[in-house]
């Protein structure tokens, strides 16, 4: 089971530059063994190009190091996460361009078109701002922490991804290359959000009736998109 996770966290690892999702090290993957409580993330600072299954790292919900060199400095965020919601199966984060584009702007992602609706029935979220003190003190893990708090009363389902101001966003799913695809309609969603904005400029939101509409033939009890199993 580990081993095979292992694989899957590297096949999700190295579709971020095949997705165009990442530059040089800049983004990670993770996944779960729930059962066994145990985390597979890529190495710390190791180049896409030549990443092998070696080089994903094995941690405890603790983070420390079971097999394996120096973790993503990102770890603690995702195992906050797995921690926060023990639904989860994924978790990515990238400095994806359009995403952050709007991080960086202290915006969240406004639900424009029917897209957007398909991944998430409202605006995707922006986290609050770390105070001085969080941001000094266990910076990953409160990091984890503020992406958790801005999900409220919405479930993981409704909410697969948060932006974190000034930095990029944070997405997750029910295994490693689900995740992958969220954090892939989530930069195309806010590629898309950014242009309808330029062209036309305080727009109204899409209609409460459609979004809820389009989200939930693809993930209500009823879904009735796609094959049948």
């Known amino acids: 089971m580990l081993e095979e996770l292992r694989h899957e966290v590297l096949d999700a690892n190295l579709a971020l530059p095949a997705r165009r999702l990442v530059t040089l090290t800049w983004g990670n993957v993770s996944g779960i063994d729930p059962e066994r409580g145990l985390v597979v993330i890529k190495a710390s600072g190791v180049a896409y190009s030549s990443m092998t299954a070696a080089d994903m790292v094995v941690v405890d919900l603790d983070g420390k190091v079971v097999e394996g060199s120096r973790p993503s400095t990102d770890t603690p965020t995702h195992l906050a ?32 078109g029917t897209t957007h609706a398909d991944l998430s029935p409202i605006a995707v979220p922006l986290a609050r701002a770390l105070t001085d003190e969080e941001v000094e003190g266990e910076y990953e893990a409160n990091t984890g922490a503020v992406v958790i708090e801005a999900l409220g009363t919405h479930s993981t389902d409704e909410v697969p991804g948060v932006l974190v101001p000034s930095h990029g966003p944070f997405v997750w799913g029910p295994s490693p290359a689900a995740a992958v695809e969220n954090a892939v309609t989530l930069e195309e969603i806010a590629r898309m959000a950014l242009l309808t904005e330029l062209l036309r400029p305080n727009g109204p939101p899409l209609s409460k009736a459609v979004r809820r509409r389009h989200f939930e033939r693809k993930h209500g009890p009823g879904a009735y998109y796609g094959q049948l199993p």
């Open 81 to 112: 996460l797995y921690r926060g919601f023990p639904e989860l199966g994924g978790v990515v984060h990238t400095h994806s361009t359009w995403a952050t584009a709007w991080a960086q702007a202290e915006r969240p992602i406004p639900i424009l």
